[in-house]
Nanobody, 124 residues
Framework: QVQVVESGGGLVQPGGSLSLACEAS????????MGWYRQVPGQERELVAS???????NYGNAVKGRFTISRENGLKRVYLQMKTLEPDDTGVYYC??????????????????WGQGTQVTVSS
C-alpha cells in the first residue's frame, strides 16, 4: 500500500537547529495531506505542522515562528526545518500521510499512514 519513512532527528543543544525529512511511497493515487506530529511519554500526539494539496499550511501553536514545513515532488516529500529549539521540543516526531491509493487500476481507496517516528532530543 503506502509506506512513510522519516529521516533526520538526533540530539541538539537548546537554541540549535535540526531538519527532518519524510517521504511517502507505494501505490499512491493522490496525496491529500502530509503532516508532522510529535509525542512525549504520557501525552497525546500533537500536531507540529501540516500541508495539504491546496498548499494550506498549519502549525501547532508551540512551534509557530520557529518551524517551517516545506514540500517537494508534489506532496511525496515533506521537510520540517526546526530552529531555536527548546527542551520542550523533545519527543518522537512522526510523519503522517493521508490520501488515496490504487493498485492495478482498482478504484482508489483512502489511506492514513504513519512513519516509524524519529527521536528529537533538545538538551545541553
Amino acid at each position: 500500500q503506502v509506506q512513510v519513512v522519516e529521516s533526520g532527528g538526533g540530539l541538539v543543544q537548546p537554541g540549535g537547529s535540526l531538519s527532518l525529512a519524510c517521504e511517502a511511497s507505494g501505490s499512491i493515487f493522490r496525496i491529500v495531506a502530509m503532516g508532522w506530529y510529535r509525542q512525549v511519554p504520557g501525552q497525546e500526539r500533537e500536531l507540529v505542522a501540516s500541508v495539504n494539496s491546496g498548499v494550506a499550511i498549519n502549525y501547532g501553536n508551540a512551534v509557530k515562528g520557529r518551524f517551517t514545513i516545506s514540500r517537494e515532488n508534489g506532496l511525496k516529500r515533506v521537510y520540517l526545518q526546526m530552529k531555536t529549539l527548546e527542551p520542550d521540543d523533545t519527543g518522537v516526531y512522526y510523519c503522517n500521510s493521508r490520501g488515496y491509493f490504487s493498485r492495478d487500476g482498482d478504484v482508489p481507496r483512502q489511506y492514513d499512514a504513519w512513519g516509524q517516528g524519529t527521536q528529537v532530543t533538545v538538551s545541553s
